[in-house]
């Protein structure tokens, strides 16, 4: 007679896993922005000394500061804005060690 204990023969394990919800670019496609690189570039020190010396933000910063970039956007000159923010950065002088995205620059 054999009981339950007998049988050598074990199930296959059962694998339990976790997914999560894969984030989406935001991005708007008349003109290709990628408003994830605007959300992180506008938080930046550098950037938002540089949208208080060229638009004259004095409060109010991360609303002033869309409102400048949504006019970018709707003018065209989106592209034109982040190459302006760049030359700045550089002329500066003040982030030697960062790119004008935040990235530290490796020597």
Known sequence: ?????????????????????????VV??????????????IGLPPFEMFLREHFGITENYMDAARVVLVQHH????????FDDYCVWHKATGNWK???????????
């Open 1 to 25: 007679m054999t009981t339950p204990h007998d049988n050598t023969q074990k199930p296959p394990p059962i694998a339990v896993g976790v997914s999560g919800i894969q984030s989406q670019a």
């Open 28 to 41: 708007n496609k008349s003109d290709g922005v990628d408003w994830r690189h605007w959300e992180k570039v």
């Open 74 to 81: 709707n003018n065209g000159t989106l592209h034109q804005l």
């Open 97 to 107: 060690k960062e790119d004008p995205l935040g990235n530290i620059i490796e020597e």
